[in-house]
Each structure stands twice: as C-alpha cells, then as structure tokens.
C-alpha cells in the first residue's frame, strides 16, 4: 500500500470543507447527462415556441401584449418544471440511502443542503432562464421590428431566475421536512397556481415573486426592465431574495436534526 | 493535527431512544489502537445505530463518546476526516462509474495531485479485486461488487479507524476470503471496528469482542479469554488401555480439581479440570505416560467455539431480562 504522504490532504474543519466536491456532483449530473440539452429545448420550445405561435405573422403587434404573454408563459410554466425535477432531490437521496453516504464522510449537513441549493440554481438558470432570454431578445426583436437593448433582456432572464430559485429554495426546504416526494411537490405546485389569484389582493401583489412578471395593472417588473421603464416597485424582488434566504436557513435547520 | 491515544473509541453510558424505544442502553466501549474489534449481535440489538452515533450521522439520546479523542456529537466532521466507514448496504450514485464513486470519495479528503489520486483509486480497484469493471456504471452491479467498491472507498485515505458494518455479509467465499485476509494486513495500520453475525470470520480474525443483546453490551473481552470459557481450564485427553494407574496418579495431584471419565468402545475420554495451568502443562501429560500400559491419542486444551459463547451469553441475558 501506498502512503497518504504523495496526497495533499483537505484540512479545512467548517463548512467550506468538501463543497466543490459536492457541486461538481450536482453539476456533472445535469451538464455530462443530456439532461441539459433536453431540458433547454423544452424550454426555448415552450417559451419561445408558443410566442412565436402566437404572434408571428400577427400584425401591428403591442410589444407591451407580447412581452405579458412571455411574461404569463415564464412566470407559470418553467416553476412547475422546477418543481418536478426538485421533488426527489433531497428526499430521493433520503430513501435511496446515497445521502447517509455521503453524510458519513467529512461533510457538514450545511454544505450538502447548500451544493445542491448552488448547483440546482445554476443549472436551471442558464437552461430555463438565460438561454430562453436569449432566445427571446432575438425572436421579440424580430416579431416587434424594435430595437430592445440586449442588457436588459440579460436583467430580465436573471428576474426569470430569480423566480426560478424561489421555487428550488422552496422545494428544497420541503425535502427536508418530507419523506414523499408527492408531498414535496403538491405545495409549491398549489402556491404556483394560487399567487395568479392572490394577486388581486390589495398590498399583497407587492409580496409575491409572480408580481415579477404579471400586473393587475400596467407593466410588471420584467417587462418595465425591457420597455427601459421605471419598475412599480422593488418590494417583490427583494420579498423573493428574502424568502429564498429564509427557506434556505429552515432547510439548514432541519437537514441538521435528520438522522440517517 | 490528530490527538493520539492508545483508546480509539471510547464511550460512556451512551444511549439512544427512538420515540420511546430503547435502541441502546449505557453503552461503555473501549476499543484499542490496532485492535480488531468484532462487535457481535442478534438482528436489532444495536449494532448499527451504535456505529451511526459513533459516526455522528445520528444524536445520542444521552451519555457520551469519542472517536480518535474527537467528540462524537461536536466533532463528529474530523471523526469522519480520519475514518473509513463501509455501511450495512452501500448505496452510491447509481450513473456512476466504480472508479468516479472512489474519485469522489477521495476527494473528500485530498485535494490532488490529480495523478496520485487516480494511482490510489486504481490500487483500491485492484485491491478489491473489481478493476475489470472498474468503468462500468454501478447500476449493472451485483451485491457483492457493491460490497466491495464499498470496502474500496471505505479504504480510500487508508484511516485511522475503519468502521465496517456486516462487512462479508453478502459476500461469495471467495470475497469473504479475500476480505478477511485484508483485515488481517490491515491492522498493523489502522484500528478496525465491525459488526457482523457471522461468527467464524470473528473467530479467525478478531482480537477483542463486543457481544451486544436489545441494546446492552453484554459480553466484552479478548476473543482467547473469551473461548477459554469461564469453567478454568480444562484438558481433553483420549486414551486406551488400562487407565487405572494413571487415573490415580492424575487424581492425586493438588491442582487437579476434577476428572470426569467417558468410554466408548476401547476409547477411554478424561476431562480434567485443573486449578494450576502452569503445574499441568509441565506435568499432566508426563503423568499419564509414566503408565506403560496407556496410549494416548489426543491431548488438547478444551476450547469454546464463539457460537457457544455467544449463544450462551445471550440465553443468560435472556434469563436475566425474564
């Protein structure tokens, strides 16, 4: 047998120990697979494809309709996706017995919450809302006949995004609690759905992250970014950051109490 | 840097509950450095929940422990930075490759370089004897190559301390062969601490053994001691022929307590009871031999089997707990 002394040894003790190992799981997983090449055409299909549909050909076209359609398409759609390929990643593992695996080597709880918070957001972000954004800079440009800037369609996918981890957060922090991954699944789909209702009420509009991208009344906040607008309020974004913030510390919390 | 002591796993009164149920009961367990300890059970009794506290990836419900002189409860992470643990049923990431399980592994614990970890990730292959599929995916396995990559990435940053939980349990013999003789090597390096229910690998490589029963440690000890029994020691000896003089001269001495005579056929079988172990090595034998008339056929020291310690350690716990 060899010796220990050729390897250069982790010697970090707190968090930070074993976090790039962790995420290169995660992300090896979604960009070695074809899971990414599926899941980016299935996007830019449903988000670009039903605009396209929609509006090509169509004359004398409202920007403003169209970017509240790409908007309605972005808010609804790509959440439930998030959703479904969540459901199992906490409670999968759970039942699987890969989590107690991992668990049993030099890795805090924290950590392996945190590398599939990190990696999850990464991957869907670029496949689910950047390349989609992209996409749509060039086909809105293209149906409209207007010059958008390309730097606020950039702002606006990082907005997509943003709605996108609300929901990784949220159904992570499920996992944690749940061992079905039906359970974990039924609330943030039910939540999804509701917030197109619960933003009729007074006020509370300006706490849903939906407010992102859908107004009772004049633009909502992604649309204002690319019509080079001043956004109605801030509050959803910084509601929706905080939320994502909070539901990362319970499932922190949790994950901590679990035993395996 | 690693604190050392000659104790590698040391608890006190260590307890674990599961709603009300007792799982493990004031357990006290001192395992020594290089030791092979085999930590023996019925189905239930405790075993792995004891590792899983030992591990940290459970909370005790009281009492207290540590591992390699860390805390199991607060510094459960360096517990795990110098262990090997193979758990009951292994489970890795099914879309991989052996040979990315123990890359991943390894870099639980080294960050590089690059070339030495594959060298060490080869040797573990080949150590387990799973290089041939070595770029398989794991999905396509059966249970004893899990077993095996299983003991492969518990063995990874060869530890300090390696935790083995019903190692051979799904094993062919040849595997269980190849495991056992590992241990057996492995020992002049690390401390082994593992669970099983097969008593003839604990009989063959152990040194020191646990017996544990609904949760209480029951027996504990050195395997020697443990198979010499708790009767004193007591010789087998077969003889034929007239073994009338010879029974007298034996049953005169002062440090024979007892003997206790069986014959079948022309075989004539004494056990001897001896007080002075010493005395009746020197002896004994000559003794008997002194009688022309008396062949002896077999002499030999009694010992237990483990599976009748076992069984009997557990019938005196059951009568105890009724």
């Known amino acids: 047998m060899s010796s220990n002394e050729a390897l250069e040894q982790v010697i970090e003790k707190n968090w930070q120990r074993s976090f790039l190992n962790l995420l290169s799981v995660e992300l090896g997983g979604w960009w070695k697979s074809k899971t990414w090449i599926w899941m980016t055409l299935l996007w830019v299909g449903v988000i670009n494809g039903i605009s396209a549909l929609t509006f090509i050909g169509a004359e004398d076209i409202d920007p403003e309709a169209l970017l509240f359609f790409y908007g309605f398409t972005n808010g609804l759609f790509p959440p439930i996706a998030v959703i479904i390929v969540l459901q199992e990643s906490i409670v999968g593992e759970k039942k699987s017995g890969t989590a107690s695996w991992v668990l049993s080597k030099p890795v805090s709880r924290n950590v392996f919450i945190f590398a599939k918070w990190v990696g999850s957001s990464f991957n869907i972000f670029i496949t689910m809302a950047l390349i989609p954004g992209i996409v749509s800079f060039f086909e809105i440009t293209l149906i409209t006949g207007q010059n958008f800037s390309f730097l606020s369609f950039i702002v606006a996918s990082f907005l997509l995004g943003l709605n996108l981890i609300f929901y990784i957060s949220f159904t992570l922090m499920l996992g944690t609690f749940q061992n079905s991954a039906g359970a974990v699944a039924a609330i943030p789909m039910v939540f999804n759905f509701t917030q197109q209702f619960l933003i009729s009420i007074p006020f509370v509009e300006y706490l849903l992250p939906t407010t992102i991208f859908l107004a009772l009344e004049g633009n909502p906040i992604f649309a204002s970014i690319i019509l080079g607008e001043d956004i109605f309020s801030i509050l959803p974004i910084i509601i929706t950051g905080a939320l994502i913030i909070l539901f990362l510390v319970i499932a922190f919390w949790r994950f901590e109490k679990e035993e395996f | ?322």
């Not at chain 2, 599961?18 to 367990?29: H, T």
């Not at chain 2, 899983?52 to 805390?71: A, E, F, H, M, Q």
């Not at chain 2, 398989?136 to 940053?157: D, T, Y």
């Open chain 2, 1 to 322: 840097m690693l604190k050392h002591d000659p104790i590698i796993i040391d608890t006190h009164d260590l307890c674990k509950n599961y709603d009300g149920v007792v799982a493990l009961k004031n357990l006290n367990l001192k395992v020594r450095k290089n030791s092979i300890y085999g930590f023996l059970g019925p189905n239930g009794a405790g075993k792995t929940t004891t590792i899983k506290l030992l591990l940290g990836l459970i909370k005790p419900t009281s009492g207290s422990g540590t591992v390699l002189n860390y805390d199991v409860t607060r510094e459960n992470l360096q517990i795990r930075a110098h262990t090997g643990y193979l758990p009951q049923e292994p489970r890795f990431y099914e879309y991989m490759t052996a040979r990315e399980v123990l890359r991943f592994t390894a870099r639980f614990f080294f960050y590089g370089p690059k070339v030495e970890i594959e060298k060490r990730v080869s040797e573990m292959l080949d150590l387990v004897g799973i290089e041939k599929k070595a770029d398989r995916p794991i999905k396509g396995f059966s249970g004893g190559e899990r077993q095996r990559l299983g003991i492969a990435q518990a063995m990874i940053n060869y530890p300090e301390l390696l935790i083995l939980d019903e190692p051979t349990a799904s094993l062919d013999p040849l595997g269980r062969h190849m495991i056992l003789e590992l241990m057996e090597k492995l020992r002049e390096f690390s401390t082994i601490f593992y669970s099983t229910h097969i008593l003839d690998d604990v009989q063959r490589v152990s040194d020191t053994v646990g017996i544990l029963n609904r949760g209480t440690l029951v027996a504990k000890g050195n395997i020697e001691k443990l198979l010499a029994g708790s009767e004193g020691t007591i010789y087998l000896i077969t003889l034929k022929g007239d073994t009338e003089n010879a029974y007298k001269n034996v049953s005169n001495q002062s440090w024979v307590s007892n003997i206790d005579v069986q014959k079948k056929d022309d075989k004539i079988k004494w056990q001897i009871k001896v007080t002075d172990e010493d005395l009746a090595e020197e002896k004994l034998l000559r003794l008997i031999l002194e009688n022309e008339k008396v062949k002896v056929t077999d002499y030999r020291l009694k010992q237990y089997e483990l599976e009748e310690i076992f069984l009997q350690v557990l019938e005196e716990d059951e009568n105890v707990i009724k």
